[in-house]
C-alpha cells in the first residue's frame, strides 16, 4: 500500500490528502434538510447529512488526488449511525480508487492493539469465514504505550501489505506539553522518531517504509529534523491551511525525490464554500469550491517544492 | 459521577471494575452457536454472541460491582456491528446500575477531542434535538498530544458531570519506552501524573476530582509514587490477574479513606471459566465462574488492604 501510495502521489503529482472531518455545521442546509426529510433531526439524519455530504466532495475531487483521511472522531460524535457513515465514506473511497487513511490515532497494550488492528486493518475470523470490519488501507497510531501498542498494528500490516502514521510531533499548540520535553538533551519527538524510523527498517516498500510519522505543518523546523531521523517513512503533514501551515513550511518535509511527504487539509477543502476566496459557487455548488481548494492546494505546495529547487 | 463511583464503591465494598473484553474465543461454544444460527458466521453473528456473553456475565455479577469497562477495541475488530454490540453492552450496563468505564484511550487535537468528548461522555445537537452518542460515564484518554487534546474531554466532563482516566503509566512490559524515559531527572510519567493532579484540582467532586490516571498494577512502586502526586485523583489499575498484578501489589494506589483506586480485572473474569480454579462450573456455567472469580479478586484486595492497615 505504500507503493500504491508512492505511485498515485506520482501518477496525480499531488502529495495531498483531502481530511474527510464534516462537522454537522460544515454540511449545507439543502443537504441536511435532504437528510432530514427521510431520517428525521436524529442521529441517524446527521449521518445521513454527512454522507452526502462526503460523497459529492469525493466525486468532485477524486480525479485530482491520491488519498482521502476520514477523522473517525467526527462520525463517532454521532454514535453507532456515525460509525456507519465512516464504514460507508470508507467503502464510497475505495471504489473511487483513493488510498483511505483511517485517521484514528489508536494505541493500547498489545492484544488491545491486536484487536484494533484488526478491525482497522485487518481480517477477523467469525467461525470458517473471515472479514474486514473497517478496512482502511493506513492509521494513524499513538505511540505513548512503546512498542507493545505499536508492534500489533505493524504485524497486521506485514500481513496485509497496509500502513501506519505515527504520531511524533503533532500540529497543535499544546503538543509540545510533553513531545518537547527533552530526554537526555532531545525532544521526546526525536525519540519517537528514532524508533519509527527503527520500526519502518525492516518494514520496508519499494522506496518507503510501511511505518510512517504525523508531524504538523505548524512545526517545519522540526520537521526538517525528523525528515533526516526517518528518511524512509512517509511523513502525514496535519496543519496545513485552517491550522495556519503554508506550501513554503513544507519543503523540508519532502524528500529529494521529491516524495515521502503527504499534506492534508481538512476544513480547508472540505468547507471551502465558507470562505471568501471560493464565495461564488454558493452553497449549492459546495464541491466544487471544494475542486477548486484542492488546486490551489496542489499548486501551492508544488510551486513551492519547485522554488526550492 | 466521581461521587457515584465512590458511593458505589463503598456499597459493595468493592473496589473492582470487571473489563468487558470479549475476544470471540473466550466465548462458549453454545453462546456462539446460538448467535450464528440467528445471524450465520458473520460480523453479525460474532457480534450477537459477545453481545450474549457479555449480558449473562452482567447479569450474574452486577450486585458484587460498582462499575464495568468495556474496551472498544474488542468490539471494533468486529466493524460497525460490533460497535452496536459496545452501544447494547454500555446501555444494558446503565439499566443494571453500572458505572461504564468507556476504555476508548481517545486522544486527537482540540476540535477532534471534542468530537470524541461529545460521543462518547457528552451530547451532540442535530436540529433541534439533542442525542447521545454511546453515553459512557467516564473514558480513558491518551495524552501524548498535550492539554489541547484533554481540555475538550474536561469540558464535556464539567458540563455531564463525567469523569476521565488519563493514561500516566500503563502496564504493558514496553510502557517504559517513552513513558519512563527522565526528564529533568524524573520520568515522563511522573510530568504527565503532575498534569493530571493540576487538571483536575480545579474540577472536583465532593471528595475525587472528575480527572482520574490509569496507572498499571504491574508497576506497584510507580503506583505508589503517582499516589501522591495526585492525591485526589481516582486510579485505574489494569494489570491485575492475567498481566501479573496481585492484591498485595496494590496496597499503595489506595488512600487511607479505603478509596482512590478502582482495579480492572478483564480475561480473569469473563473467562474465569478456563481456568483450573473454576473448571468445575463448566463451560455452560461460565456466568457462575465469572461471579466466583469476582468474590475471589474482592476477597484478594480486600484483604491486602486489611492486612496492610
Given at each position: 500500500?505504500?507503493?500504491?501510495?508512492?505511485?498515485?502521489?506520482?501518477?496525480?503529482?499531488?502529495?495531498?490528502?483531502?481530511?474527510?472531518?464534516?462537522?454537522?455545521?460544515?454540511?449545507?442546509?439543502?443537504?441536511?434538510?435532504?437528510?432530514?426529510?427521510?431520517?428525521?433531526?436524529?442521529?441517524?439524519?446527521?449521518?445521513?447529512?454527512?454522507?452526502?455530504?462526503?460523497?459529492?466532495?469525493?466525486?468532485?475531487?477524486?480525479?485530482?488526488?491520491?488519498?482521502?483521511?476520514?477523522?473517525?472522531?467526527?462520525?463517532?460524535?454521532?454514535?453507532?449511525?456515525?460509525?456507519?457513515?465512516?464504514?460507508?465514506?470508507?467503502?464510497?473511497?475505495?471504489?473511487?480508487?483513493?488510498?483511505?487513511?483511517?485517521?484514528?490515532?489508536?494505541?493500547?497494550?498489545?492484544?488491545?492493539?491486536?484487536?484494533?488492528?484488526?478491525?482497522?486493518?485487518?481480517?477477523?475470523?467469525?467461525?470458517?469465514?473471515?472479514?474486514?470490519?473497517?478496512?482502511?488501507?493506513?492509521?494513524?497510531?499513538?505511540?505513548?504505550?512503546?512498542?507493545?501498542?505499536?508492534?500489533?498494528?505493524?504485524?497486521?500490516?506485514?500481513?496485509?501489505?497496509?500502513?501506519?502514521?505515527?504520531?511524533?510531533?503533532?500540529?497543535?499548540?499544546?503538543?509540545?506539553?510533553?513531545?518537547?520535553?527533552?530526554?537526555?538533551?532531545?525532544?521526546?519527538?526525536?525519540?519517537?522518531?528514532?524508533?519509527?524510523?527503527?520500526?519502518?527498517?525492516?518494514?520496508?516498500?519499494?522506496?518507503?517504509?510501511?511505518?510512517?510519522?504525523?508531524?504538523?505543518a505548524?512545526?517545519?523546523?522540526?520537521?526538517?529534523?525528523?525528515?533526516?531521523?526517518?528518511?524512509?517513512?512517509?511523513?502525514?503533514v496535519?496543519g496545513y491551511g485552517?491550522q495556519?501551515g503554508?506550501?513554503?513550511?513544507l519543503?523540508?518535509?519532502?524528500?529529494?525525490?521529491?516524495?515521502?511527504?503527504?499534506v492534508n487539509s481538512?476544513?480547508g477543502?472540505?468547507?471551502?464554500?465558507?470562505?471568501?476566496?471560493?464565495?461564488?459557487?454558493?452553497?449549492?455548488?459546495?464541491?466544487?469550491?471544494?475542486?477548486?481548494?484542492?488546486?490551489?492546494?496542489?499548486?501551492?505546495?508544488?510551486?513551492?517544492?519547485?522554488?526550492?529547487?
Amino acid at each position: 500500500m505504500i507503493n500504491k501510495l508512492s505511485e498515485k502521489i506520482k501518477k496525480t503529482n499531488a502529495p495531498i490528502v483531502v481530511g474527510l472531518d464534516p462537522m454537522l455545521d460544515y454540511v449545507p442546509e439543502h443537504v441536511k434538510q435532504a437528510a432530514f426529510k427521510e431520517f428525521g433531526e436524529t442521529l441517524e439524519g446527521a449521518s445521513e447529512a454527512i454522507w452526502q455530504f462526503n460523497k459529492a466532495i469525493v466525486d468532485a475531487v477524486y480525479d485530482l488526488i491520491p488519498a482521502v483521511k476520514p477523522q473517525i472522531a467526527m462520525y463517532e460524535q454521532f454514535g453507532v449511525p456515525g460509525v456507519v457513515a465512516f464504514k460507508k465514506t470508507v467503502d464510497y473511497c475505495h471504489e473511487k480508487g483513493l488510498v483511505v487513511i483511517g485517521d484514528i490515532k489508536r494505541g493500547d497494550i498489545g492484544s488491545t492493539s491486536g484487536a484494533y488492528a484488526v478491525g482497522h486493518l485487518g481480517s477477523v475470523k467469525v467461525g470458517n469465514n473471515t472479514f474486514k470490519g473497517f478496512d482502511e488501507d493506513f492509521a494513524t497510531i499513538n505511540p505513548y504505550m512503546g512498542l507493545d501498542a505499536v508492534k500489533p498494528f505493524i504485524d497486521v500490516c506485514k500481513e496485509e501489505k497496509k500502513g501506519l502514521f505515527v504520531l511524533v510531533k503533532t500540529s497543535n499548540p499544546s503538543s509540545g506539553d510533553f513531545q518537547d520535553r527533552l530526554i537526555d538533551g532531545r525532544p521526546l519527538y526525536e525519540w519517537v522518531g528514532e524508533k519509527v524510523n527503527e520500526w519502518g527498517s525492516t518494514h520496508m516498500g519499494d522506496s518507503y517504509s510501511y511505518v510512517g510519522a504525523v508531524v504538523g505543518a505548524t512545526y517545519p523546523e522540526q520537521g526538517k529534523i525528523l525528515r533526516k531521523i526517518m528518511p524512509k517513512s512517509f511523513i502525514l503533514v496535519p496543519g496545513y491551511g485552517a491550522q495556519g501551515g503554508q506550501g513554503k513550511d513544507l519543503v523540508h518535509f519532502f524528500n529529494e525525490d521529491g516524495l515521502g511527504a503527504i499534506v492534508n487539509s481538512s476544513r480547508g477543502i472540505i468547507a471551502a464554500y465558507k470562505q471568501d476566496k471560493y464565495s461564488k459557487f454558493g452553497a449549492e455548488n459546495y464541491y466544487e469550491a471544494s475542486r477548486a481548494a484542492v488546486l490551489d492546494m496542489i499548486a501551492d505546495i508544488n510551486g513551492a517544492l519547485e522554488a526550492a529547487k
